[in-house]
């Protein structure tokens, strides 16, 4: 088994589009090395990106952010501004894992590892954050949503790798949330997770909004039928049982060791409610 | 010699530093996998993938010719074992079946059992050389649950297995091992007399101990047939036996070290790993390690029972039991043995009852076999009792610790199992919970209390320890028994006390099976019991011993001296004639009167007392989600007298919070396959910190008079009142009566949605 | 393909080590290093007995691979008493009993440490999210809580 660490991406993405056997991503291998461990994956190639600078920064973007795939969550959480404009895509990033995972665990590890139920994804996509990618011909953008096809399928061609995500500018009165259920406190893989993201005006009535849900369909979800149930209102009692009711007619989940398909479905309407009005909250007080 | 008396610095009961502790904060302390030799192989273990399948072939041929393989081992290379029952700590078990379940014979019983064995030079080989073991398998039906294993039709293990304790005898085998029964009273006349009857049947799921230590050895055999092996284990003395008896060895030859041991909680009584490696290794000619993964540790090894229990209790209108009921079906895992015995003689031990009836049915299924799980078998028959006791106090309108109150085992109470109590402490752990200010807290909406209490034996067993009185006056301290959890510091504190010397003087280590004379392992909360008591022998030995060396220093006669407070004195009319000496004056001149001084503290413990606890416990219910917090724990239990309180504590503390887990998350999921869907931590739910409050320790000390400092065992009954206080608490806050464990998010929203409990 | 040569920093001494790709530093540490406080709980992330840290970021030994750690600065339980003095967390489990089987400690240590340097006086709360990822299976986490607390007060005193 071959291991690079390269400098630069177009380096990484020759590697990995030169490779004969299995090649792999190696960001901060929470998922990638607990599957090498159970045989799930064998790769003849890893190529780890950690040493390319543009992974590993986070800058301000045309009024948005730029977020390496490759920054931890621990780094996130410790970024002086970002979890004041983005309070629910860094509390999704912190909850993957206990300490020690968020000190190595990725956003970009986190999208690329093809779950869905990736705690920092539906965050990402009710953001309305795109992935630059890189591969060897150039580069392309790619809404979060359209990065992932199914459990472990992505839309990602031979070498290709994702670089960065951006954040779009903040309007005023603009906040997010992400809530997931899991049996424990932490150490859990959430059994449904959902990212809102919305803006109100002056008066409190919501103009715009994204709501995402994950763990409830074999890929995450960009739910605009929740949004739509919400924009408009004040999110009074009707609006929210519009949300939960369009939260939980997207659902198309399975029985697993996790939950069961009753289950998910009820639970996806309470946490899109609840994370709501978590991310309203937010944004008046913004 | 006049008669001896102790009375020393006053150590036990107060909150020493543990004589093992440096070592154990600096990663210095040496754990089974911590061991390495010169020259060793890396062992691997082929697991059967299916749950239930006859295998026809094996051929190793390929392995052995992968360059680096050393030794590949498979049934061939054991011998076949008559069938013959042995005790393993408070369960029983079979040679002919731990031969099997160490490596499988004619079939594989579950998914996970081994099949095969390599020794190779590295850890890389030896995974290599698994895929090169070619196993010719014809795939049988298999059964995992209980009941359905009960069913004539059920895909039946064991063609041998006719179920004991039914006459006639059977004349189909089937998966029903035995039918065990106690009988007290008369049951129906009970029934007879009651006003309110409550019936109700359980179900628990199969939980694992969870140690985060996997199983680990490092065995070395000799041309000659000695042996060496290094292992972390509850009891090396009988991993000896077990390894002699399988391997065709001499006891004698046979030496075992216990490592510093990462947990147990009864799944370490039992051998895996020992026989393969020292069957690698004779077949190598070189020292083989062998560690477990995490996943062969959910799949190989021992969890507990999963249950079907059915309870019927008969009260008075005023609140007196009259009569209780009980069937309880135990999965043994693959090979008879599961700790329903145990299971039934609890169920109903708590109370003072005259009329009990409990049936249990011992039965394999296509799951790993059970081990010991901490007070095994009991939490699950008290569970369901203690949930129906509940009922009762419900139905009746009464507060359900007066309704225990008025019930409860006392000092010569017939216990439905056979014995009559002792002083048992089972009043006091109520009346203390009663006196809590948690009990007096109110609680607000979607917020439970619940209580239960729990009964286990405690066992004493076979021990042995020395003591010896070094030059410099120190005391060695030698013990057989593994110490998991502080027991070190608990003999060192009675050794310091019976000799007066100081407790930094006394260094305890645990001896290896050449050093000491045979040892039963640590298991049944024995250990501190049976260890203390052995310590005090081996320290009047030594103490007589002192007094006579005294005579002949001072000249005096036997009943002129004797040992007093802290050191041998002249007595009486001769009082003055010499100067006191204490255990360091005796050891400088002990080469002058008379050579070494030892005492040998060797005795078969009888007398362990009942250990009774009751819980307390405030949750909350998230009525959207099922999601359930624990919000405040007490925990009240009789230690008879705590050696060392916090370790005391530790025991109630690290036993709540793994009921906790069993009553909420806990579970082996299988999926229709047979196969084990969460053989990790990841999905195996056990509590982490930010899951549990600080849990309350209440010591409440009712001496054991069978005891020299009135020491019962502790550590066990902490998981059993978890259980039952949980579901009380879920009633108390839902209106529900849970019977299923684990009462997981999923079930918990199901039910408050079909009994209309809702939020809004 | 032939070893990985990795030169680091283990606890302030230079060291360096020969490893295939698919070695962690777990296996590193344990198995070339002869450093075998750092325990195996899991080898998936779960457990939290291989804790160490990586350039002051406490991670898992077994999810980071040994030829990703060149030229950075590991600190492993080995490391944290202070010459011959134990370091206030240490003590602190020891006076609290905060230990009973003792195999989940070392990783327990380094993370509580780890804490510490971030925040001098936590509360109950922030201990047990922060140890989440450290499990025990004998104590409960009541005396390790217990004793985390104090050795931060006992620090603040400095
Ligand atoms: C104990 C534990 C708990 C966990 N808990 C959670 C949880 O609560 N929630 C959750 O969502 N996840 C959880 N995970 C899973 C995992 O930590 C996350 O998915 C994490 O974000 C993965 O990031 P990483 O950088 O470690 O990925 P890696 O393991 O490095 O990579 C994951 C996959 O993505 C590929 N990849 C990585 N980066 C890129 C890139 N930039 N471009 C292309 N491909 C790439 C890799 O090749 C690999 O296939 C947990 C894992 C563990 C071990
Ligand atoms: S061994 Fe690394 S987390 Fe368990
Ligand atoms: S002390 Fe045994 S696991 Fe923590």
Redesign the pocket.
């Known amino acids: 088994m071959r291991y690079e660490a390269p400098e630069t991406v177009e380096r990484a993405t020759a590697l990995l589009a030169e490779s004969a056997g299995e090649a ?12 090498m461990r159970a045989d799930v ?1 064998e ?1 003849a190639l890893i190529v780890d ?1 950690k040493r390319i600078a543009e ?1 590993r920064a986070i800058t301000e973007d045309r009024g948005g952010w730029r977020i390496g ?2 920054v ?2 621990a780094e996130l959480k410790e970024h002086p501004r970002l979890q004041q404009v983005w309070p629910g895509v860094v509390e999704a ?1 912190n ?4 300490t ?2 968020q000190g ?12 869905p ?5 539906p965050a990402l996509i009710a953001a309305g954050a795109v992935a630059t ?1 890189a591969g060897p011909q150039g580069r392309r953008e790619l809404p979060v949503e359209d990065v992932m096809l199914g459990p472990r399928r ?1 839309a ?1 061609g031979k070498g ?4 960065s995500f951006r954040l779009p500018p903040r309007p005023p009165r603009s906040s997010d949330a992400y809530l ?1 259920f ?1 049996p424990r406190t ?5 059994v449904v ?1 959902v990212g809102v993201s919305l803006t109100v005006d002056a008066s409190g009535t919501i103009t715009d909004a994204r709501v995402s849900l994950g763990a409830v369909a074999p890929r995450v979800l960009l739910v605009r039928e929740a949004a739509a149930a919400i924009v408009g209102s004040r999110l009074d009692r009707p609006a929210q049982d519009r949300l939960e009711a369009a939260a939980r007619a997207a659902c198309a989940p399975i029985d697993d060791k996790r939950g069961t398909v009753e289950f998910r479905i009820q639970v996806a309407g309470v946490l899109a409610r609840r994370a709501a009005l978590i991310a309203l909250d937010r944004a008046r007080t913004s | 010699m006049a008669e001896t008396q102790s009375n020393g610095h006053g150590y036990v009961g107060t909150r020493t530093i543990r004589p093992d502790g440096v070592d154990k904060v600096t990663g210095r302390a040496r754990f089974g996998a911590d061991f390495n030799l010169p020259g060793q192989l890396i062992g691997r273990v082929l697991r059967s993938p299916h749950p239930h399948a006859r295998i026809v072939a094996i051929d190793t041929s390929k392995a052995e010719a992968l360059p680096g393989v050393k030794a590949v081992i498979t049934r061939d290379d054991f011998a076949d074992q008559p069938s013959e029952f042995i005790p393993a700590g408070e369960m029983m078990m079979n040679y002919k079946d731990v031969v099997r379940n160490v490596m499988a014979r004619e079939k594989a019983l579950y998914e996970g059992h081994a099949v095969a064995a390599v020794a190779a030079t590295s850890a890389a080989i030896a995974k290599r050389a698994l895929k090169l073991i070619d196993v010719t398998y014809e795939v049988l039906p298999h059964v995992i649950d209980v009941v359905e294993a009960m069913r004539p039709d059920a895909p039946v293990l064991h063609d041998d297995l006719f179920t004991a304790g039914v006459e006639p005898k059977p004349d189909k085998p089937s998966n029903i091992a035995k039918r065990v029964e106690i009988v007290l009273g008369d049951i129906e006349a009970g029934f007879a007399k009651a006003d309110v009857v409550v019936e109700r049947e359980f179900k628990t799921a199969p939980v694992h101990q969870g140690y985060i230590e996997p199983h680990a050895a490092l065995a070395t055999v000799s041309e000659d047939g000695s042996a060496e092996l290094w292992c972390c284990t509850q009891g090396h003395f009988i991993v000896r036996a077990h390894c002699a008896r399988l391997l065709g060895l001499d006891i004698a030859r046979i030496r075992v070290t216990a490592s510093e041991i990462g947990g147990g909680f009864g799944g370490k009584t039992v051998v895996y790993l020992e026989p393969l490696a020292l069957a690698l290794s004779r077949k190598a000619k070189r020292p083989v390690k062998m560690v477990m993964s995490r996943e062969e540790v959910f799949k190989a090894s021992g969890p507990t029972s999963g249950a079907t229990v059915r309870v019927k209790m008969g009260a008075t209108r005023d609140g007196k039991f009259v009569a209780g009921f009980a069937e309880l079906k135990y999965q043994a895992g693959a090979f008879q043995g599961s700790p329903v015995q145990p299971g039934v003689m609890c169920a109903y031990a708590p109370y003072d009852m005259e009329n009990v009836k409990v049936i249990g049915y011992d039965v394999v299924s296509n799951r790993p076999k059970v081990a010991a799980y901490r007070a095994p078998g009991a939490p699950i028959s008290e569970f369901a009792v203690e949930s129906v006791v509940d009922e009762i106090a419900k139905k009746l309108g009464l507060d359900p610790i007066e309704l225990r109150m008025m019930n409860a085992a006392r000092e010569g109470t017939k216990a439905a199992y056979g014995p009559k109590f002792g002083p048992i402490g089972l009043e006091e752990t109520l009346n203390s919970i009663k006196k809590t200010e948690h009990w007096n807290t109110p609680l607000r909406k979607w917020q439970g209390r619940g209580v239960a209490s729990g009964f286990w034996f405690n066992i004493g067993g076979e021990t042995c320890v020395s003591l010896t009185v070094n030059e410099d006056g120190t005391v060695s301290l030698m013990a057989g028994t593994p110490d998991i959890g502080g027991l070190r510091a608990s003999l060192a504190m009675i050794a310091a006390d019976e000799l007066s010397v100081e407790y930094d003087k006394v260094r305890p280590i645990i001896g290896d099976t050449g050093s000491l004379g045979f040892n039963f392992l640590t298991g049944g909360s024995r250990s501190a019991f049976s260890g203390s008591m052995a310590v005090v022998e081996a320290a009047k030995q030594i103490k007589a011993d002192c007094c006579a060396r005294a005579c002949k220093l001072w000249d005096l006669k036997p009943e002129q001296v004797a040992w007093e407070r802290d050191r041998v004195r002249p007595i009486g009319d001769v009082a003055d004639k010499a100067k006191p000496m204490s255990i360091a004056d005796f050891a400088k001149v002990a080469g002058k009167t008379g050579g070494p001084i030892v005492g040998y503290g060797r005795l078969n413990a009888q007398g362990a007392g009942p250990s009774l606890g009751t819980h307390l416990v405030d949750l909350e219910v998230d009525p959207e989600t099922g999601r359930v917090t624990i919000l405040r724990y007490t925990v009240a239990q009789d230690a008879g007298r705590a050696i060392h309180p916090a370790y005391v504590e530790g025991q109630f503390q690290g036993g709540a919070v793994q009921g906790i887990g069993w009553a909420l998350n806990e579970e082996y999921v299988y999926g229709a396959d047979g196969k084990l869907q969460n053989a990790g ?2 999905d195996y739910r056990m509590p982490v910190a930010s899951d549990v409050p600080m849990i309350d320790a209440i010591l409440v000390e009712v001496a054991n008079p069978k005891h020299p400092y009135g020491v019962r065992g502790v550590g066990e009954t902490p998981i059993v009142p978890p259980l039952g206080a949980i579901a009380n608490a879920m009633e108390n806050a839902t209106g529900i009566r849970f019977t299923e464990l684990p009462m997981s998010p999923p079930k918990v929203l199901k039910a408050l949605k079909e009994q209309g409990v809702t939020a809004k | 393909m032939a070893k990985h040569h990795v030169e680091a920093t283990v606890n302030g001494d230079a060291v360096e080590f020969l490893c295939e790709t698919e070695e962690t530093l777990l296996d590193v540490l344990r198995d070339t290093l002869h450093l075998t406080g750092s325990k195996e709980g899991c080898a ?3 457990c939290g007995a291989c804790s160490v840290t990586l350039d002051g970021r406490l991670v ?1 030994s077994c ?1 980071v691979l040994g030829c990703e750690v060149g030229g950075r600065r590991i600190e492993t339980i080995e490391g944290l008493a202070e010459g011959e003095a134990l370091h206030p967390l240490q003590k602190k489990f020891l006076e609290h009993a905060a230990l009973q089987c003792g195999i989940c400690t070392p990783g327990f240590l380094v993370a509580s440490r780890a804490l510490l340097e971030r925040n001098s006086n936590p509360t109950d709360t922030e201990i047990r999210y922060w140890l989440a ?1 450290n499990l025990c299976r004998c104590t409960g986490y009541d005396k390790i809580v217990s004793a985390v607390k104090d050795a931060a007060a006992t620090l603040r005193k400095g």
């Open positions: 792999r991503v190696l960001a901060g291998g929470t998922d990638l090395l607990v599957q994956v790769p990106i992974t795939a490759a931890t969550g990033a909850l993957i894992g206990s020690q995972v190595r665990a990725t956003l970009g590890g986190n999208l690329c590892n093809g779950s139920a990736a705690d920092s994804v990618l992505l990602l290709e790798i994702v670089v997931r899991i932490e150490m859990d893989i959430a997770g | 931590f990841l | 998936s992330g779960d898992c999810l990822g």
